[in-house]
């Protein structure tokens, strides 16, 4: 089970937008630890994707979008296309009295209808 | 341009240390601010941090891994090694290193390149 929770899955039409969320609790995102987003192809290595919560690598598309509020964070995607089917992990950090670890929420898988 | 690629063994027995080279180029492990990691993602499932090493050879290892784990760098060699003892078929997994180049803590940063990752086996 992981410490951040994210729905297994998601769908959407390709030009709608999507949301995935990702909940922690006081020990990471509550904590004010940053949250980082992957996305990860089939087949292939996870890509990172928004880092900083809401801050884009160079060369990923603008569709894509993070914020955080709380104990939680979201990544958005408009204008969804067929090539954004992949799976989506948040990462942050966690500190508490059990330890001190690099967390990744469970994934979710986009489907684009 | 930055380049991580693991490798090691495909198939470990059970019981069996597993040991992974992870050989980078595009970045020195030397330069203030820069770390690598370890992460693996059983068949199907999430990923799972195991470890980092940074710049100044600090190590740090997951919670509930870290009496099996062991991380080392060769700065010399632009690598970076980790050790897995008493191996299990639950450690069946792609395992990848993956660059932080960090601006607050190595801990908190993203994993901003990742190699393409080696699979383990682990069976008898």
């Known amino acids: 089970q992981s410490v951040l929770t994210q729905p297994p899955s998601v769908s959407g039409a390709p030009g709608q937008r999507v949301t995935i969320s990702c909940t922690g609790s006081s020990s990471n995102i509550g904590a004010g630890y940053d949250v980082h987003w992957y996305q990860q192809l089939p087949g292939t290595a996870p890509k990172l994707l928004i880092y900083g919560n809401s801050n884009r690598p160079s060369g990923v598309p603008d569709r894509f979008s993070g914020s955080k509020s709380g104990t939680s964070a979201s990544l958005a995607i408009t204008g969804l296309q067929a090539e954004d089917e992949a799976d989506y992990y948040c990462q942050s950090y966690d500190s508490s009295l059990s330890g001190r670890d690099v967390v990744f929420g469970g994934g979710t898988k986009l489907t684009v209808l | 341009q930055v380049t991580l690629r693991e490798s090691g063994p495909a198939l470990v027995k059970p019981t069996q240390t597993l040991t992974l080279t992870c050989t980078f180029s595009?970045?020195?492990?030397?330069?203030?601010?820069?770390?690598v990691s370890w992460i693996r993602q059983p068949p199907g499932k999430a990923l799972e941090w195991l470890a980092l090493?940074?710049?100044?050879?600090?190590?740090y290892y997951s919670t509930s891994l870290k009496t099996r784990l062991t991380i080392s760098k060769d700065t010399s060699k632009n690598q970076v090694v980790l050790t897995m003892t008493n191996m299990d078929p639950v450690d069946t997994a792609t395992y990848y290193c993956?660059?932080?180049?960090?601006?607050?803590?190595?801990?908190?940063?993203?994993?901003?390149?990742w190699g393409q990752g080696t699979m383990v086996t682990v069976s008898s």
């Open positions: 090493i940074d710049w100044d050879d600090d190590k």
């Open positions: 595009g970045f020195s492990l030397s330069t203030s601010g820069m770390c």
């Open positions: 993956a660059r932080i180049s960090h601006t607050s803590h190595c801990l908190w940063d993203a994993f901003d390149i």
